[in-house]
């Protein structure tokens, strides 16, 4: 058998080079093939080795041992800066996937305005810059976009910090105001979500100290108040917040049912407030008040959380969901078709609840 064809090509000698499985058909290739290959080529295979590189055998026509030991050592090296490169890589890909990870964390804090933890962090994107940097590879390429990245971030931190230093008034005044740019309405948003961060935060405090003391009068409509501003909250970061929350709202829940029970107090659904004459005709303005158009969607939302609550058979949670519609709908304060209909929902469920 002539070798007339070759079938890999061998990065250690850098040609391409016939490969046999195993060394016994290397050296049958020899011996049933080198006079010919010596007559047309003149000279021909006299021995064969193992190849790292190719993880076969080759067959060459340098008879010296020596030089295949010397070659078989500059192979091994070129295997092990092969794999030194491989895992560089590898190392690398790991190091920019962590810090985009960490960037999207960074953009969420900021997004609640919790400006040290962002801080931390992106000072450690900045340890992260340096061993990328530090790498022969320098990210495949990426080195450069993920330094502008962090760069950015630490420009979206200055602004947060500056809008958060704005007085009181100045902060709603920021809010209040119309943005075309695009980075000045995502400050808006970081005032609003930070402000209303603060407000849960102070009305489940309060809860906190009442039910400490088994003063549950306010609870619900603190509660309340809780539910109806927490989906206002935007952007990065906000399932986060609402999960968070709507866990310590629940535990509070929990606590305000058990000292009812405890008091043997039976729960009473607040009564609709008497309506003025005034107040009886609901004006085209009003209808389309924003406050109004959310208070309609926050108890809409509170009625599906009881029909689901009801549904799962968690009597307890449909029971307090009742309790804090009611007081969301004694804050609206307005009387029209809509208010009628959830009033009428309302009562539905709570005749419902009283049956079981």
């Known amino acids: 058998m002539k070798p007339t064809r070759n079938h890999v090509f061998c990065y250690g000698c850098r040609k391409h080079k016939m490969i046999f499985e195993t060394q016994a058909k290397a050296d049958n290739f020899i011996r049933y093939n080198s006079e010919d290959i010596l007559e047309e080529n003149g000279k021909a295979p006299v021995r064969s080795y193992y190849c790292q590189i190719c993880g076969g055998y080759h067959v060459t026509s340098n008879p010296s041992s020596e030089v295949g030991e010397h070659l078989n ?38 997004f609640f305005g919790q400006v040290n933890e962002a801080e931390e962090l992106l000072d450690i994107c900045n340890l992260d810059i340096e061993e990328i940097g530090s790498r022969p590879l320098k990210g495949s390429g990426k080195l450069t976009t993920l330094r502008g990245r962090v760069e950015k971030m630490y420009e979206l931190l200055a602004s947060v910090k500056g809008v958060l230093s704005l007085s009181e008034q100045e902060q709603l005044d920021y809010i209040a105001n119309p943005h075309s740019d695009k980075d000045e309405t995502a400050l808006a948003i970081i005032l609003t979500n930070v402000r209303v961060i603060k407000e849960v935060d102070v009305l489940l405090e309060e809860n906190n100290v009442d039910l400490a003391e088994a003063n549950i009068d306010k609870v619900p409509e603190r509660l309340a108040r809780c539910q109806e501003i927490l989906p206002s909250v935007q952007r990065a970061g906000k399932k986060e917040i609402k999960a968070k929350y709507t866990a310590l709202i629940d535990e509070q829940q929990r606590r305000y049912k058990k000292l009812l029970a405890a008091q043997h107090l039976p729960t009473v659904y607040p009564p609709v407030k008497e309506k003025p004459n005034e107040k009886q005709h609901n004006t085209s303005d009003t209808y389309y008040k924003k406050e109004y158009k959310e208070k309609i969607l926050s108890l809409i939302e509170r009625l599906e959380m009881i029909k689901e609550s009801f549904d799962k058979g968690d009597f307890d949670s449909c029971e307090t969901s009742i309790e804090i519609a009611y007081y969301m709908f004694d804050e609206l304060d307005i009387s029209d078709n809509n208010t009628s209909l959830i009033k009428q929902h309302l009562d539905l469920w709570a005749e419902r609840l009283k049956r079981l």
């Open 73 to 110: 050592q500059r192979d091994h090296q070129l295997i092990q800066n092969l794999i030194a490169y491989k895992n560089d890589i590898e190392e690398v890909k790991a190091l920019s996937a962590s810090l985009s990870k960490r960037l999207v964390h960074i953009k969420a804090l900021l």
